[in-house]
């Protein structure tokens, strides 16, 4: 079913019921809209992986390049109750894609929470901004690279000297 979009396909059966296609990012919209025109009239989930320390640990089709990010989009069509899931690596020097947008509007959310966890910057989404983090928040926390800190707990009854 994956191959009449014109993307590779991942393995050789279906993952977990799902057929799974990788398009380039340069193919991302042109196959949406081509699964959307077929029947896949609801976008059930789209994320995004940071695979900077697992690089080397995954499958992917042959002459499908891995990249440091991975934008997932799971698709459904009521009609045929049929799943596909497209997965597309997403280069850390220009971590961009076209928005799904126009195709599904409830990719809005979900496209921001990528952005904002991660830095995927979706290209021609209306409302770039933060979901999840203040507007001021520097950096993307969900990345492997980023800092987390940490911040002193201090109780009530407990003495601040050392």
């Known amino acids: 079913m994956a191959e009449r979009y014109g993307a590779p396909v991942g393995g050789d059966r279906p993952s977990r019921g799902q057929a799974v296609i990788h398009p380039s990012p340069s193919q991302w919209f042109e196959v949406a809209a081509a699964a959307?025109?077929?029947?896949?009239?609801?976008?059930?989930?789209l994320t995004a992986v940071d695979y900077l320390t697992y690089s080397a640990d995954r499958a992917l089709p042959e002459g499908v390049q891995p990249e440091r990010f991975e934008v997932v989009a799971s698709l459904m069509s009521h009609e045929r109750r049929e799943r596909l899931r497209m997965r597309v690596q997403v280069p850390a020097d220009d971590p961009s894609i076209p928005t799904l947008f126009d195709l599904w509007p409830g990719a809005e959310n979900l496209e921001r929470e990528a952005y904002d966890m991660f830095g995927i910057v979706f290209e021609g989404h209306p409302d770039p901004s933060r979901i999840l983090m203040p507007e001021d928040w520097s950096g993307h926390p969900l990345r492997k690279d980023y800092d987390s800190g940490e911040i002193p707990v201090q109780f009530k009854a407990a003495s601040n000297v050392r």
């Open 36 to 45: 959307r025109a077929d029947g896949f009239d609801q976008l059930i989930d």
